[in-house]
């Protein structure tokens, strides 16, 4: 069975293949991804990497957690199911808490 770890604390450098490359080390990597902005396609400075058993990422957390990788100690751990979200709109409308609510009578 399959195991995603969460990475954090990445150089904001890091790319897809230094993850993997680095995670190789510990067994086989199913994949691995550096997470990034939408608007600027900059790291966020976290990832994720998917190992091919649950053994190889305990081995993975284990091996890299705490450890330096490019100046910085990362943070391993296993990922935890994304939480939903609420739907797709924000109340108020962008104008700060109660809009135009207060400036507004009924004649």
Known sequence: MEAKLYVGNLPYSTEDA???NLFSQAGTVKSAQV???RAS?????FGFVE???AEEAQAAINRFHGQDF????LTVNLARPR???PG???SGGGR???GNRDRRRDY
């Open 18 to 20: 230094d993850l993997q």
């Open 35 to 37: 997470i990034k902005d």
């Open 41 to 45: 396609g900059r790291s966020k400075g």
């Open 51 to 53: 190992m091919s058993s």
């Open 70 to 73: 490019g100046g910085r100690a």
């Open 83 to 85: 939480e939903e979200r």
């Open 88 to 90: 797709g709109f924000r």
């Open 96 to 98: 700060g808490q109660g």
